[in-house]
């Protein structure tokens, strides 16, 4: 083995193309760390009907190729290529019945589509035909989450011989824990995997099939997204389910923290903002904290305290919570409130109706708009995020760089990247709580008011080393390299 490892990203977003979440934004920028440290990364993702061909330069690259599935189906699809900065070469798998819809896992009533094991499954063996059409050297096989988490049964079977991925070891990232890939098991013989391979300690999962679980299983190493989820999710309360198989795994399954793609984060060169700042000259984040009052229809005052929040509104997010919260702090405090989301119907019907009980003091767009989520983290003083559980969380990070002050749960990726406020010392970068209820929220969001009311110095002095902090992917580049070659040490004996 050379010293230089060939690595195919297989993933179901990536930006700039298609995000819904995080995930889209390490599938982005991780390959161009490890590329930057002398690692050649391939990417492979779904060719969806939104993804904007013409902006991103898509062009054709094969033009037919067959993919067998499960029970003698075969299934044709093309491939297209762009490129990411850095000359990383991403392809696009188009099959427009799977495809060439509105929506990325869901419809517009945010139903997950009936088809998604058949989509994924078809996509991830898809991702494996294109290696082998192409004779890549592939060292590892990367894949992320419930939707290509078939990746590594597909080469520990039916490619174990193959000459190209035959050698391929096959390392499973799993950014959120939640979301299994969790069908009925009528839905296996597509798949293509055999009875014998749905059994408790690999797919089957109450009679019904388990991506996640049978990509722990056959994935030579696993891990996920911060040391503190790694561990949450060796317990029974956070595993979902999965505690018992990643024990199994032993030190075969890792945490390694997320970065940040510092130049697509960054208040200095930021182009979504009213205006740019640096530490040193911070009047370009009044601006934009002006800017922000006015689009989301605030008291425009460069003195009340600000809260952002940009997420998707989904359970894990503890926004039920949040909203019982802004109830109480609004009554004791003189505090506005910026809320970015869409997801749960429900909420987004309370998260609505907010402005118009507290006009001037709380904000909401319902809906994704990434242009707004770099205002409110450059115009917002904090930052807030309750999560129930949290893998990583890339928001924090970003809030950290833009001296906007993260209000977290301490759990998992939070709990590793925000430091806790110290009040007789002035030490920290933000304010961390604990308990999952709205009062310990409106808690903790007293303590950070009263701070920014009270303890100006302590402020402006967290404000700037918020913004000194380093999460650059570079770091968990070489934590990457290092499970990439225990993977290929473990794959090759
Ligand atoms: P998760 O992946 O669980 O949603 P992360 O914190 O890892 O959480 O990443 C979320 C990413 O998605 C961030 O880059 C955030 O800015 C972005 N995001 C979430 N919701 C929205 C939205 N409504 N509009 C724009 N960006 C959003
Ligand atoms: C998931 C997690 C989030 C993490 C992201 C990227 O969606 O919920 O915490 O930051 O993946 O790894």
């Known amino acids: ?104 896992y869901n419809d517009a009533s945010n139903r997950d589509f009936n088809d998604n094991p058949e989509r994924y499954a078809f996509f991830t063996r898809a991702a494996l035909q294109l290696c082998i059409d192409q004779r890549w050297d592939v060292d590892i096989i990367h894949s992320h989450d419930w939707q290509t988490a078939l990746a590594p049964a597909y080469l520990k079977s039916w490619f174990a011989n193959e000459p190209t991925l035959g050698r391929a070891a096959s390392v499973f990232t799993i950014h959120n824990i939640q979301y299994q890939g969790n069908f009925p098991k009528t839905r296996w013989p597509y798949i293509g995997l055999g009875w014998e391979n749905f059994t408790s300690d690999r797919f089957e999962d109450h009679d019904r099939i388990n991506y996640m679980k049978g990509g722990i299983a056959f994935a030579d190493i696993v891990n996920t997204v911060s040391p503190t989820y790694a561990y949450e999710t060796k317990s029974t309360e956070l595993g979902m ?101 869409s997801g749960d119907k429900t909420l987004e019907g309370y998260y609505m109706a907010l402005p118009n009980q507290y006009p001037g003091k709380v904000g909401t767009f319902i809906g994704y708009d990434n242009p707004k989520a770099h205002l409110i983290e450059a115009g917002a003083d904090f930052f807030a995020m309750t999560s129930r559980f949290e893998p990583c969380g890339l928001n924090q990070m970003y809030s950290l760089k833009y001296g906007t002050l993260p209000i977290v749960r301490a759990t998992g990726g939070l709990a590793d990247t925000v430091v806790q406020y110290n009040e007789s010392t002035g030490e920290g970068t933000g304010f961390k709580y604990t308990d999952n209820t709205p009062a310990a929220i409106a808690n903790v969001i007293g303590w950070a008011v009263s701070t920014y009311y009270d303890r100006k110095e302590h402020l402006t002095a967290m404000v700037e080393r918020a913004m000194q902090q380093d999460f650059s992917w570079i770091q968990s580049a070489h934590q990457y390299e290092n499970l990439y070659r225990r993977a290929i040490q473990i794959k090759r004996g």
Not at 70 to 88: H, T
Not at 266 to 295: I, V
Request: glycine residues 10%; proline residues 5%.
């Open 1 to 104: 083995m050379s010293n230089s490892i060939s690595a195919v990203f297989i993933a179901s977003e990536g930006v700039p193309y298609v995000k819904t979440g995080g995930l889209a934004d390490v599938v982005g920028a991780l390959p161009k760390a490890l590329k930057d440290i002398g690692h050649d990364v391939r990417i492979i993702l779904p060719k969806y009907s939104k993804i904007d061909t013409s902006k991103y330069q898509l062009e054709r690259f094969q033009d037919s190729m067959g993919v067998w599935m499960g029970d003698g189906i075969q299934e044709w699809c093309a491939v297209d290529v762009a490129y990411l900065p850095g000359d990383i070469p991403v392809y696009f798998i188009e099959n427009w019945k799977f495809f060439d819809r509105d929506g990325i």
């Open 241 to 341: 389910g999965m505690s018992g198989q990643l024990l199994a795994k032993g030190d075969a399954y890792a945490g390694i923290l997320n970065g940040v793609d510092y130049a697509d984060w960054n208040p200095a060169t930021d182009p979504h903002l009213t205006a740019n700042y640096a530490p040193g000259d911070m009047s370009g984040k009044a601006a934009c904290k002006k800017a922000l009052q006015e689009m989301f229809g605030l008291e425009v005052n460069p003195d009340i305290p600000l809260i952002g929040v940009v997420s998707r509104f989904a359970d894990q997010k503890g926004l039920d919570l949040y909203y019982a919260a802004i109830h109480q702090a609004l009554r004791d405090m003189n505090v506005q409130f910026v809320v970015l989301g």
